[in-house]
Structure formats: structure tokens, C-alpha cells
Nanobody
Framework: QVQLVESGGGSVQAGGSLRLSCAASKLTVSPYCMGWFRQAPGKEREGVAAIDSAGTSTYASPVKGRFTISRDNAKNTVYLQMNSLKPEDTAMYYC?????????????WGQGTQVTVSS
């Protein structure tokens, strides 16, 4: 069974940094689009960043210039480097895989890792 396991979340002060990791098992991530999403309490889930098999990345406007998505195919892991964190970045962060590589239909999801940013 495909598993995506996120790690690296935690509590930081505004302006700080965190790096999230998403390790995949029973799934080789290299041919697929991988994405990061987040959901804050009382809000809908939103896309944060995605990276396709060619390494092309896209970002949501609120995180552009602060977050960087990357992948290490040898480790079968995707990362989200988050810098200059703001309280509004507080959310549960999820990793997901889109087997069409279109970065549009994410069929596999992890359980999430909590990020809390205090002011």
C-alpha cells in the first residue's frame, strides 16, 4: 500500500524556518508530480507548492519567495523548505502525489504534519 509520511513540522516564531519532508513507500516518486497542501482550522485546504517529474515547480502566491519545494529521487523524498514563516502559515501540512504528473489530480495523501507559527 502506498504511503506518504510527512515529518519536520513543529512550533516556531515568526521569521523562523522549518523543512518538511515527505517520504514515500511503495511508490517511486520520480515519475510523478508531488505537492504540498495545507489546511488551517476553519479553512479549506489549499495548495502550497508542487513539483513535476521534470523539476518544474509552482507556488501559491502567499508563499512565493519564502517556500521552496524540492525532491530527492534517490531518497524517494520530497521537501518543503519554509523560510520567513508568518503566523498565517500555521496549518496542517500534507504531502500528496499525482500519478498523472499533471499536478492537478492528487490521489495519494499523507497524514499531515502540524506547523505552528507564533508572533
Amino acid at each position: 500500500q502506498v504511503q506518504l509520511v510527512e515529518s519536520g513540522g513543529g512550533s516556531v516564531q515568526a521569521g523562523g524556518s522549518l523543512r518538511l519532508s515527505c517520504a514515500a513507500s511503495k511508490l517511486t516518486v520520480s515519475p510523478y508530480c508531488m505537492g504540498w497542501f495545507r489546511q488551517a482550522p476553519g479553512k479549506e485546504r489549499e495548495g502550497v507548492a508542487a513539483i513535476d517529474s521534470a523539476g518544474t515547480s509552482t507556488y501559491a502566491s502567499p508563499v512565493k519567495g519564502r517556500f521552496t519545494i524540492s525532491r530527492d529521487n534517490a531518497k524517494n523524498t520530497v521537501y518543503l523548505q519554509m523560510n520567513s514563516l508568518k503566523p498565517e502559515d500555521t496549518a496542517m501540512y500534507y504531502c500528496a502525489a499525482d500519478l498523472t504528473n499533471m499536478c492537478a489530480v492528487f490521489g495519494y495523501w499523507g497524514q499531515g504534519t502540524q506547523v505552528t507559527v507564533s508572533s
